[in-house]
């Protein structure tokens, strides 16, 4: 079975700080990891994915992640926040031996004030 | 089209009737995913699809739900004697075959509003 815990419902930052949203995760065989942004009204959008190699890994939007194997994590990041980076993030988690089903994260609503 | 479209946006039902929902993946796209999205949840995994056949379906949960894509293209999910627990956002995916260079992110589409009544 493969799991995924946003322990943090919702993060609120000010503008020009960094934020860091948490994930951990899971997983029986080696993972796949994922970020998800999903602004109202519209659909999920991928942000950036871990798969092998480099353990900070950059995507859209200026975001990063960092995996950690030994805590089972894979935290969000973002070294100077905007208020457009309001909306709700998803992790998710796919075992590389199962070819179909990932596993998300109930997500976190980020806030970022002026 | 240019990105997953899903049909209808909205949908509005009574309890114990039949609903359909379309999905149209992008084109090329051979893995298509069905999940449902309820308030305050992350997406839940109902069913994979690789090409024409169902590749996992241990996420639908009972019989009333079915899922067919008879052609590798436009998925179609089928609520039988739907309920009030049946409402919730109902969202597609597609992506390149699993494995390939391309592994495993998701393209979604906007979802289908399911409300029952």
């Not at chain 1, 799991?3 to 993972?31: F, M």
């Not at chain 1, 092998?52 to 990063?64: Q, R």
């Not at chain 2, 089928?78 to 393209?107: H, M, W």
Request: proline share 6%; net charge neutral; charged share 20%.
């Amino acid at each position: 079975a493969q799991s995924v815990a946003q322990p943090e419902d919702q993060v609120n930052v000010a503008e020009g700080n960094p934020l860091t949203v948490k994930c951990t995760y899971s997983v029986s065989g080696n993972p796949y990891l994922f970020w998800y942004v999903q602004y109202p009204n519209r659909g999920l959008q991928f942000l950036l994915k871990y798969i092998t190699g480099d353990n900070l890994v950059k995507g859209s939007y200026g975001f990063e992640a960092e995996f950690n194997k030994s805590q089972t994590s894979f935290h969000l990041k973002k070294p100077s926040a905007l208020v457009s980076d309001s909306a709700l993030y998803f992790c998710a988690v796919r075992d590389m031996l199962n070819a179909g089903k990932s596993t998300f994260g109930d997500g976190t609503t980020l806030t970022v004030k002026p | 089209g240019a990105g997953v479209s899903q049909t209808p946006s909205n949908k509005v039902t009574e309890k114990g009737k039949y609903v359909e929902l379309r999905c149209d993946p992008i084109s090329g796209h051979t893995a298509l995913y069905w999940y449902r999205q309820s308030l305050g949840q992350g997406p839940e995994f109902l069913i994979y699809f690789q090409g024409t056949g169902a590749a996992d379906d241990s996420g639908l949960p009972n019989d009333r739900f079915f899922a067919v894509r008879p052609e590798g293209s436009v998925s179609t999910l089928k609520i039988q004697r739907t309920e009030r627990g049946d409402s919730a956002v109902y969202l597609c995916a597609s992506g390149p075959r699993p494995g390939t260079s391309n592994t495993g992110e998701l393209f979604f589409g906007e979802g289908s509003r399911l409300t029952v009544l």
